[in-house]
């Protein structure tokens, strides 16, 4: 969480599944903050039982659905257009306490240049909308 909450500027999550109160909390209280906040979410996944995208959406925060036939897998945050957060980790409490996952911080450039390519990618292709 402290990294989520270390963001001042801006804040891009492209997360599968998303059911963890405590996250969800430090997305909102970035808005709150004044931080720009997007968030993408699976569509199936964003009205999973538990699911904490409605929660965030209507706090305020932007949210978009890719409709797709398939998942959007990704699980990612970028922190400040400088540092990424990402790994196999669903943002579950099971993910983050129980399953055995990977997750990585790192500020190299390139690898923070591709996610924030990748996450623009999504945002905006047509097939992406806003969640309702």
Known sequence: MDCLDSCRKSLDVCIHLL????????????????VKVRVIC????STNKGSQVRVIKESGVAVRIPLLNYHMHSKIA???GRKIMTGSVNWTVQGMYGNWD???VTSQ?????DAINDFNRIWNHPTTEMFC
């Open 78 to 80: 970028i922190i400040d």
């Open 102 to 104: 990977n997750l990585v």
């Open 19 to 34: 059911t963890s109160m405590e996250i969800a909390e430090c997305i909102i209280d970035a808005h709150k903050r004044g």
């Open 109 to 113: 450039r390139d690898l923070v240049h």
């Open 42 to 45: 699976d569509n199936e996944m």
